[in-house]
T-cell receptor, first 108, second 116 residues
Framework: TQLLEQSPQFLSIQEGENLTVYCNSS?????LQWYRQEPGEGPVLLVT?????EVKKLKRLTFQFGDARKDSSLHITAAQPGDTGLYLC????????FGGGTRLMVKP | NAGVTQTPKFQVLKTGQSMTLQCAQD?????MSWYRQDPGMGLRLIHY???????DQGEVPNGYNVSRSTTEDFPLRLLSAAPSQTSVYFC???????????????FGQGTRLTVV
């Protein structure tokens, strides 16, 4: 099983600040997904990245896949309280497995 | 469109009791999975299935059984509940086939289980 390490584990910031969270593996990803989970809910897909060096933008969220396809980052610009949640990276084959997550709290 | 439905939403068990967590999906997805999520943690894969009649172990399978007799249903059985199995359980489904590495997983609302 490919281990996914996410950092930081916890992040508490003020509204309007920027932040970056990371997902790393010792093995090459064939593809990587980012999910967001809000309290009391199941995770919801944000993005899938497939190609090394790929950059995808979703409003204020920017996702980057490393050139070697062993790491990925999620950057949030001007964070808002609605961004609060648990951010999970995952890799899928027959099994869909997840990293430990980054818990983000954005204070008004 | 219901998506992925889990029942019950909440359950309290005594140590040693058995129970079945239900999961059903109406999207005709081949792949289904069960996860547990402990407080402040990510999701750990318990068991998964790539189609009716096919199941396999995930990262933390001990103490749990699954079966997949139909495409729609994927129940999770706790054989003899232990306090260490107190957790929130999520079921997920997704399309399989050649796109399995890229397809979106859809999750149920979770079952919050407490074992006393």
């Amino acid at each position: 099983t490919q281990l996914l390490e996410q950092s930081p584990q916890f992040l508490s910031i003020q509204e309007g600040e920027n932040l970056t969270v990371y997902c790393n593996s010792s093995s090459v990803f064939s593809s990587l997904q980012w999910y967001r989970q809000e309290p009391g809910e199941g995770p919801v897909l944000l993005v899938t990245v497939v190609t090394g060096g790929e950059v995808k933008k979703l409003k204020r969220l920017t996702f980057q896949f490393g050139d070697a396809r062993k790491d990925s980052s999620l950057h949030i610009t001007a964070a808002q309280p609605g961004d609060t949640g648990l951010y999970l990276c995952s890799q899928a084959g027959n099994m869909l497995t997840f990293g430990g997550g980054t818990r983000l709290m954005v204070k008004p | 469109n219901a998506g992925v439905t889990q029942t019950p939403k909440f359950q309290v068990l005594k140590t040693g009791q058995s129970m079945t967590l239900q999961c059903a999906q109406d999207m005709n997805h081949e792949y289904m999975s069960w996860y547990r999520q402990d407080p402040g943690m990510g999701l750990r894969l318990i068991h998964y299935s790539v189609g009716a009649g096919i199941t396999d172990q995930g990262e933390v399978p001990n103490g749990y059984n699954v079966s997949r007799s139909t495409t729609e249903d994927f129940p999770l059985r706790l054989l003899s509940a232990a306090p260490s199995q107190t957790s929130v359980y999520f079921c997920a489904s997704r399309r399989g086939g050649q796109g399995k590495k890229k397809t979106e997983a859809f999750f149920g609302q979770g079952t919050r289980l407490t074992v006393v």
